[in-house]
C-alpha cells in the first residue's frame, strides 16, 4: 500500500516571502521546494509514502506552511493535521482545509490537496494508477496494464531492468572464472549474457534476475524500538479450597513482574472466602510484558511476618492471559503446588479472574455459568489453557550452552582507541549466558577476555509441563565493572519447537548455532541502538552466533525428580571444587540466598534439606558438560557473495547530502569495521 498526496495551491497567504511546506507520516518528512509568491504559492507537487502493512486509522498525516529565511529561522505559518480514517475507505479525498496557527486557531489560508490511498493488491504489490492504460486492442477484449518493473515477451526496446540483469551477471561470472576460461571464453561477448528466462548456475554459484519489487522502510520503521503501550493486568480473588494444614491463617500475594500485593489474611480456615480486586498498571513494550509472570502464592501467616509459610504457587506468564478469547480467564480455580516439595501435589485451590488488556482492546461481558453449577467440579474449571492435560507431571527443561563466535569486542570506546595507539588489539568483553524462563533465572560461568568463549555448560529448570510460559530468553552479557551490558538476545519459542499432538514431540532443539543480531554500535557509549541488544525490536546488526541444544525431559512419576541425598551431596561437593568464574550478580545473589537460608534455620545451623530453599534457588542448576564432537559441526566450506547496488532512494536528508557509502556482509565477512577475535585463554 502507500499514500500519495498531491499539494496544489495554497490561497491568501500574507505578505511576501519564500514559501515552503513539510508533509510528514509515520514519522519520514516530504519537503517541498522554495517558491517566492505573494497571496497565491502554486506547487503542484507530489509526494508518496510506500508502505506494506496494516494500516492504523488513527494515523495522521501533518501538512506545515512556512515562511523559508536564508538567515532567520523558518517561521510557521499554519499547521493542518489530516486523519487518515475516511482515506482508507474512500481510497481518495480532495480537500480545500484552512490552516490553523501555533494557537490551533482557524486561519484565512487554505490549502488544496488531493490525497490518495492505494492499499495492497496481491503479492506483487499494488498497481498505481499510471500504470493502468486506457488501450484497447482491435478486438476490444483486455485491458492493457504496464509495469516498470517487468519486462513484456516480444518488446523492441529492452528495459532497464533487462540490462541491468545482464551487466550483473557478466560481472559476477568475471569474477569465478580463472585462467583457462579466460583464455577460451575470449571471442564471447553478449552472447553468453542474454538469458533472461531461468537462473543461471555457474562455478556452484547462482544469479537470479532482479526482476522483482523490493519493500521500502521508512526512517521510523528502521531500527525502530517498539513504541510503549498502556496494559492493565486485572487479578481478581475469589476464594480458596481444599488448602492444606491445621488451624492455618491464609492470605493469598499476587506478584505481577516486580509488584506484589496482597489480600487481608482469615484466620483458622482451610476455605477462606477473599473476593478482593487487585490492578496492575504497565507502561512497557509488548515483548517485555508478555514474558513476566503472573504469581498467586498462599501463605499461612504466624503471629511474626517474616516466620509466615509458604503453602502453593501458580505461576502463568501474561502471554498465556492474553492469548485467551477475550484476554482473560473467568471464575477458574489455579491449582497450588509447592515449589519446595515436588512429591506433595496439589496443594490446594484459588478461584480466581485474571484479565491482561491493552489500550484499544475490545472489552466483551464473559458468560456467567448459572449458580448452581460454579462449584461443582474444581477439576473441570481449571485456569488451564483450552487442550492442556489436568495432569501436569514435573519436567526438567536442559538448555545446553555449548560455545559462541564473532562475538563483539567492544573496542570502538575510549579504551580501544588507546589500545589501538599502544599497537595492541584486544578484546574488552568477558562474556557469559543468561538464560530466563517462567520467572526463573540461571548463568553460565564467565570466560575472561575473548570473543569466541567455550562454556560447555548446562543450565536445568524444574517446571511443571506443559509449561505455562512460552518462551526461554537466552541472552549474553559482558560481566563489566560499573554494570553488566547486553551483548546480544535470543527467544526460544516452545510452540515452535514441539509438536502437542498424539504422536508429536516434546521441545527440542539443536545443538544448533543461533544468529545474534542487535545494534550496530561496537561501543556502550553514545549507542541510540542498545535496546535492540536487550531483544527490543528486530536486531539489524550481526552480533556472532551461539551454540546450543534445548531438550525436556518428562518424569513419569512425581517422586523421580528428587534425587537422594547422598547424590546431591556428591553434586554440591563437586560444584563447589569448580574453578570456573563466576558474574557479579551471581555471587551477589548466592550471597543473599544464603543469609536468607540462615536466618529462617538460625546463624549456627545448616539446613536438614537444601530443597526446603526459595524456588529460584533450587529449581536452576549448573552443571558442566562435555564439549562436543571436533566433527559434529562438519567442515566449514568457502562462498562467494556478489552483489551490484544501481540505485538507492529514500535516503534520510539529513545524511542525503554527505558522502554515503554501502556495506554488504554475511556475518562478520564484508564489515568495514576491524573484526578482533581472541581465543581463549588456555
Request: overall charge negative; charged content about 25%.
Amino acid at each position: 500500500m502507500s499514500i500519495t498526496v498531491n499539494l496544489k495551491r495554497i490561497t491568501n497567504l500574507p505578505g511576501r516571502y519564500d514559501r515552503k511546506v513539510e508533509l510528514s507520516f509515520r514519522g519520514f518528512t516530504h519537503k517541498t521546494k522554495i517558491l517566492q509568491c505573494e497571496n497565491e504559492a502554486v506547487f503542484n507537487e507530489h509526494f508518496r509514502w510506500p508502505h506494506y502493512g496494516k494500516v492504523i486509522r488513527d494515523e495522521m498525516l501533518s501538512v506545515s506552511v512556512y515562511n523559508s529565511s536564508k538567515v532567520f529561522s523558518n517561521r510557521l505559518v499554519g499547521k493542518l493535521v489530516i486523519s487518515l480514517q475516511h482515506v482508507v475507505s474512500a481510497g481518495r479525498v480532495m480537500l480545500r482545509e484552512p490552516l490553523t496557527d501555533k494557537n490551533y486557531s482557524l486561519t484565512d489560508i487554505y490549502i488544496e490537496l488531493d490525497v490518495r490511498y492505494e492499499p495492497v493488491e496481491g503479492t506483487a504489490g499494488g498497481w498505481q494508477s499510471e500504470e493502468f492504460l486506457n488501450y484497447e486492442d482491435p478486438d476490444d477484449s483486455a485491458l492493457v496494464i504496464r509495469n516498470a518493473g517487468f519486462s513484456e515477451p516480444g518488446s523492441k526496446q529492452a528495459l532497464r531492468p533487462e540490462r541491468l540483469d545482464r551487466e550483473t551477471r557478466k560481472l559476477g561470472r568475471s569474477l569465478v572464472k580463472d585462467g583457462e576460461e579466460e583464455g577460451h571464453d575470449g571471442d564471447d561477448d553478449d552472447d553468453d549474457d542474454d538469458y533472461d528466462v531461468a537462473d543461471i548456475e555457474c562455478a556452484n554459484m547462482t544469479f537470479t534476475p532482479i526482476l522483482s519489487r523490493c519493500r521500502f522502510l521508512s526512517k521510523h520503521e528502521l531500527a525502530a524500538t517498539p513504541k510503549l503501550q498502556s496494559f492493565q493486568v486485572n487479578v481478581n480473588v475469589i476464594e480458596a479450597q481444599k488448602l492444606v494444614g491445621v488451624n492455618i491463617n491464609p492470605a493469598v500475594y499476587v506478584t505481577v513482574g516486580e509488584e506484589k500485593k496482597h489480600t487481608v489474611t482469615q484466620k483458622s480456615t482451610n476455605c477462606p472466602f477473599f473476593n478482593e480486586n487487585f490492578l496492575f498498571e504497565f507502561q512497557e513494550n509488548q515483548e517485555v510484558l508478555f514474558d513476566k509472570v503472573i504469581e498467586i502464592s498462599v501463605v499461612h501467616k504466624k503471629t511474626l511476618a517474616f516466620m509466615m509459610t509458604r503453602i502453593g504457587t501458580f505461576k502463568i506468564d501474561i502471554s498465556t492471559v492474553y492469548n485467551q478469547p477475550d484476554h482473560r480467564f473467568y471464575q477458574k480455580w489455579a491449582p497450588l503446588t509447592d515449589p519446595k516439595d515436588t512429591r506433595t501435589g496439589i496443594k490446594g485451590y484459588v478461584k480466581c479472574t485474571m484479565s491482561v488488556v491493552a489500550k484499544g482492546d475490545a472489552i466483551g461481558m464473559p458468560s456467567i455459568p448459572p449458580a448452581g453449577s460454579q462449584n461443582d467440579d474444581i477439576e473441570k474449571n481449571l485456569l488451564l489453557p483450552k487442550r492442556m492435560p489436568v495432569e501436569r507431571p514435573w519436567a526438567k527443561f536442559l538448555v545446553k550452552i555449548f560455545k559462541a563466535e564473532g562475538l563483539p569486542s567492544m573496542n570502538s570506546g575510549f579504551m580501544g582507541s588507546f589500545s589501538k595507539m599502544m599497537g595492541e588489539k584486544k578484546v574488552f568483553i568477558d562474556p557469559y549466558v543468561q538464560v530466563t524462563f517462567a520467572g526463573q533465572q540461571g548463568e553460565t560461568s564467565v570466560e575472561t577476555d575473548t570473543n569466541a568463549p567455550e562454556w560447555n555448560e548446562q543450565i536445568s529448570f524444574i517446571e511443571q509441563f506443559p509449561p505455562l510460559a512460552r518462551r526461554i530468553k537466552v541472552q549474553v552479557l559482558d560481566d563489566a565493572n560499573i554494570g553488566d551490558v547486553a551483548l546480544a538476545t535470543h527467544f526460544l519459542d516452545l510452540q515452535q519447537i514441539s509438536d502437542p499432538t498424539r504422536n508429536g514431540f516434546h521441545p527440542t532443539f539443536g545443538p544448533s548455532w543461533i544468529n545474534l543480531y542487535g545494534s550496530p554500535q561496537n561501543s556502550v557509549l553514545r549507542d541510540v541502538h542498545r535496546d535492540l541488544n536487550e531483544g527490543l525490536g528486530q536486531g539489524i546488526f550481526y552480533r556472532g552466533r551461539m551454540l546450543l541444544s534445548l531438550s525436556v525431559e518428562v518424569y513419569s512419576s512425581p517422586t523421580a525428580v528428587v534425587e537422594n541425598k547422598a547424590l546431591a551431596a556428591v553434586r554440591n561437593t563437586f560444584s563447589k571444587l569448580t574453578l570456573k568464574k563466576k558474574s557479579k550478580k551471581s555471587k551477589e545473589k548466592k550471597k543473599k540466598d544464603k543469609e536468607v537460608v540462615q536466618g529462617r534455620s538460625g546463624p549456627g545451623e545448616e539446613p536438614e534439606d537444601r530443597d526446603s530453599e526459595v524456588p529460584g534457588a533450587v529449581t536452576v542448576e549448573v552443571e558442566e558438560i562435555h564439549p562436543l564432537p571436533e566433527n559434529f559441526l562438519g567442515e566449514k566450506e568457502e562462498f562467494l557473495l556478489f552483489a551490484s547496488l544501481f540505485d538507492v532512494t529514500m535516503i534520510d536528508p539529513s545524511i542525503g547530502t554527505k558522502p554515503v557509502s554501502f556495506e554488504l556482509s554475511i556475518g562478520n565477512y564484508g564489515k568495514a569495521a576491524e573484526v578482533v577475535v581472541k581465543s581463549k585463554k588456555r
